[in-house]
């Protein structure tokens, strides 16, 4: 827990610090006792200010410090442009610094809903081999890393996130197939 000290709690501590002495009274009203008094509230502001630095430094609670966070992080993202919504741009921030990119499908489905609020479906294609049902496409060994991503709604900048960040080896089709339309 962090501590709070008031400007009274400073103005003791510098009172309880001066040598003892006739001359360093400490009577309230006394001019060393105003003194105390003043330089205390300048204390306990830095201190206020200070306590509320920590709060807003770390990348999951900064409020004034979010944009040096995204400038390091390399945000806002290209592909989806600047977001307004703090909460939004802290999630971002901080999944940037502690999450890793997978390469299962199961992580790209996640990450469309969890941040893009949109349902996708990812088919994942394999090449022809005997024993493969008839009625799925031919394909070459070039379909072993090819996945389509489909979805209801608009895919929009996802076709541009998830051609970044995808495995380098995966071809990605974004959409339905002319004959499914």
Same mark, same amino acid.
């Given at each position: 827990?962090?501590?709070? /000290?008031?400007?009274? *709690? ?7 610090? &001066?040598?003892?002495?006739? #001359? ?9 006792? #105003? ?15 200070? #306590?509320? %630095? ?10 004034? &410090? ?25 999630? %971002? ?7 890793? !990119? ?5 992580? /790209? !489905? ?8 949109? *349902? ?34 608009? &895919? ?15 071809? #990605? &089709?974004?959409?339905?197939?002319? *004959?499914?339309?």
């Amino acid at each position: 827990m962090i501590p709070h /000290y008031t400007s009274q *709690d400073f103005r003791n501590a510098l009172l309880n610090l &001066l040598p003892m002495g006739p #001359i360093w009274s400490r009577e309230k009203g006394g001019m060393i006792w #105003i003194w105390a008094g003043i330089i205390g509230e300048s204390y306990a502001r830095n201190s206020e200010r200070a #306590i509320e %630095l920590l709060k807003v430094a770390f990348p999951a609670t900064a409020t004034e &410090l979010i944009t040096e966070w995204e400038n390091t992080v390399g945000l806002p993202d290209p592909c989806v442009g600047p977001v307004e919504d703090i909460a939004i741009r802290q999630l %971002l921030v901080v999944d940037r610094l502690v999450s890793s !990119i997978e390469s299962s499908t199961e992580f /790209y !489905i996640e990450y469309a809903k969890k941040y893009f609020n949109i *349902d996708v479906v990812i088919d994942q294609y394999a090449p022809f081999r005997f024993g493969t049902r008839f009625g799925r496409p031919f394909g070459y060994e070039e379909w072993s890393h090819t996945w389509r991503i489909r979805s209801n709604q608009d &895919l929009g900048f996802l076709h541009c996130i998830f051609s970044r960040i995808a495995p380098a080896h995966t071809w #990605i &089709l974004f959409g339905p197939f002319a *004959d499914e339309v």
